[in-house]
């Protein structure tokens, strides 16, 4: 069997050796064995709602923190502008 460069590890390598960076330059690093390993299957661990609804929350919370940034600014702002309109030249000079 002939390896190409398209195709996976597990197909391409029975019975041969893996070549890496590290065993291309020197002989320092002995090459490494592939074998082929069966895909685990996770069927006990899956996602409960609680992480489902813990990721929304998170994931609401940093797309409405830049609109709430915007709007206290503007309404720090037009209160600025409210307050400092309403003063009279003594008062903006006492404060």
């Given at each position: 069997?002939?390896?190409?460069?398209g195709?996976?590890?597990?197909r391409?390598?029975?019975?041969?050796?893996?070549?890496?960076?590290?065993?291309?330059?020197?002989?320092?690093?002995?090459?490494?064995?592939?074998?082929?390993?069966p895909?685990?299957?996770?069927?006990?661990?899956?996602?409960?709602?609680?992480?489902?609804?813990?990721?929304?929350?998170?994931?609401?919370?940093?797309?409405?923190k830049?609109?709430?940034?915007?709007?206290?600014?503007?309404?720090?702002?037009?209160?600025?502008?409210?307050?400092?309109?309403?003063?009279?030249?003594?008062?903006?000079?006492?404060?």
């Amino acid at each position: 069997m002939r390896c190409w460069q398209g195709t996976p590890t597990t197909r391409c390598a029975v019975g041969r050796t893996r070549l890496t960076r590290a065993n291309a330059r020197s002989s320092a690093f002995p090459p490494l064995p592939v074998r082929e390993v069966p895909m685990k299957r996770n069927l006990v661990n899956f996602t409960r709602g609680s992480q489902l609804l813990g990721h929304f929350s998170f994931m609401f919370a940093a797309g409405l923190k830049g609109p709430l940034i915007i709007a206290a600014l503007v309404i720090s702002w037009t209160s600025w502008w409210t307050i400092s309109a309403g003063l009279t030249d003594h008062e903006v000079y006492l404060c």
